[in-house]
C-alpha cells in the first residue's frame, strides 16, 4: 500500500459518509448524523485532522532531512567523525584543536620510534597536508574509550620532503574525559 492510498484510508475514515446523504463534503451536524447514521457510533474515529496531517508531514520531512557531518570534535559522536575531524584540522593547521585533542600521556608508535606528546605535536607542525583519504575504517568502543583502525593516503609535505604516498595502516586509541574526547595513542605502520 503506498503512502499516498493509506492517507486516503485514514482521512477518509475520519470523517464518515452517510451514504443516504449522497457523500457531503463536511461532516456536517453531528446531531443529525448520529440520528441518521446506520453506523456504529462507537467505531467512527474521533481523531481531529490538523494534527494527524501534521504528523504525518513531519514523519515525511525527517524521512527527507539529510544528517549533517560533525564538523567540530565536541559535535563528533564516533570514532570515524573523530578521525576524520582530526584529519580536517590538520589539514587546515589548527594546531590548538591538534593540541587540545592530544592527551597529556600521549603516545605515538611510528616506524622505527616511538613519540609523546610533545615530539608528535613538533612532528605534525612540520606538515603541509594538501589532502588525504581514509579507507577500510573499523570502530570498536569500549566504554568511555573508541578503537579506531584504518587505512589513510596522505598527500602533502612533511619539513619539505613529500609525505609518504602509500596507504598507511593506523590506529588511533580516543578516550573521552569530562572536556571532551582527547587521543591518549597512536600508532602508524606501513603495510
Known amino acids: ?26 461532516c456536517g451536524n453531528k446531531d443529525e448524523d448520529r440520528a441518521n447514521s446506520r453506523y456504529n457510533l462507537g467505531m467512527r474515529s474521533r481523531l481531529p485532522v490538523v494534527p494527524l496531517l501534521l504528523s504525518l508531514m513531519l514523519g515525511l520531512a525527517c ?13 563528533a559522536t564516533g570514532g570515524e567523525a573523530l578521525e576524520r575531524i582530526f584529519w580536517k584540522e590538520m589539514q587546515a593547521g589548527n594546531w590548538t584543536e591538534i593540541e587540545r585533542v592530544l592527551a597529556s600521556n600521549y603516545l605515538g608508535i611510528v616506524p622505527g620510534s ?9 612532528q605534525y607542525r612540520q606538515w603541509k597536508l594538501t589532502d588525504f583519504a581514509i579507507g577500510d575504517l573499523k570502530t570498536e568502543m569500549n566504554g568511555p ?10 598527500n602533502g609535505t612533511a619539513g619539505g620532503q613529500p609525505l609518504p604516498s602509500g596507504p598507511q595502516h593506523m590506529m588511533t586509541v580516543w578516550h ?11 600508532s602508524v605502520s606501513q603495510p
Open 145 to 154: 574509550t573508541f578503537t579506531v583502525t584504518y587505512t589513510i593516503t596522505l
Open 176 to 186: 573521552q574525559h569530562k572536556s571532551g574526547w582527547m587521543v591518549i595513542a597512536h
Open 63 to 75: 524521512t527527507i532531512a539529510k544528517e549533517r557531518p560533525a564538523r567540530t570534535f565536541s559535535e
Open 114 to 122: 616511538s613519540l609523546d606528546r610533545t615530539a608528535a605535536l613538533e
Open 1 to 26: 500500500m503506498s503512502r499516498s492510498q493509506a492517507s486516503f484510508i485514514i482521512v477518509s475514515r475520519l470523517c464518515p459518509v452517510n451514504p443516504e446523504r449522497n457523500c457531503r463534503a463536511t
